[in-house]
């Protein structure tokens, strides 16, 4: 298949079901070492971010190394699946044992631009690299009930800027990289979630 087919055909699949899942991106060695390097950070460099409406100070994030070799093969592989898009630097993203689940949310406000845009290729999207087993996302696809994606080593989950979702409750620690693939026609409010 080639690149310019493979373009066109995920790009009608997160048009019309408002995500996909790219299988084994990555193996599960360089995820290892790449979570091993990416907790030696959760103490020094994160801060706590949102989950339930009382935070329970078990979810963090912050951002990754400059150069990170697994974060920029990352964006070389969505280059090449979503070029008209910006991948942004992102962020690691922490849970401990006993996080509760986040709202439901969008990461961008959900206009009537920004719904007409996600039916085409220049829509921004959302993106989870899951660096470990037991890593997963709550969604609420369109017109369809909440379901829970479960996700292995090494799959890249990405997703429409409109699609309601919210990182899940966790029995085990987890770690995951987050990114955003911005559109030059639609501003993300940077830091700021819009709760549905």
């Given at each position: ?115 007409e845009l996600c ?33 292995g080593v090494g ?35 940077k830091n700021r979630?819009?709760?549905?």
């Amino acid at each position: 298949m080639t690149t310019k087919k493979l373009k066109v055909e995920l790009a009608d699949v997160v048009s019309t079901q408002g995500y996909e899942i790219h299988s084994k991106v990555f193996d599960e060695d360089v995820c290892n070492k790449t979570r091993i390097e990416f907790l030696e950070l959760s103490n020094a460099n994160a801060r706590y971010i949102f989950n339930d409406k009382k935070n329970d100070k078990k979810r963090k994030s912050c951002p990754p190394p400059r150069n990170h070799p697994t974060i920029n093969r990352l964006i070389e592989f969505l280059k090449v699946v979503y070029p008209e898009l910006n991948p942004s630097r992102g962020d690691i993203l922490f849970s401990k044992e006993g996080c509760k689940e986040q709202q439901l949310h969008t990461d961008y406000e959900v206009t009537d631009e920004l719904v007409e845009l996600c039916k085409i290729s220049k829509a921004p999207l959302s993106v989870i690299l899951s660096i470990m087993d037991g890593t997963k996302i709550k969604i609420k696809p369109f017109n369809s009930d909440v379901q829970i994606i479960n996700l292995g080593v090494g799959d890249v989950f990405v997703f429409r800027a409109d699609l309601v979702h919210a990182g899940c409750a966790y029995d085990k620690e987890n770690v995951r990289f987050h990114l955003y693939l911005d559109s030059n026609d639609v501003k993300r409010v940077k830091n700021r979630t819009f709760i549905v």
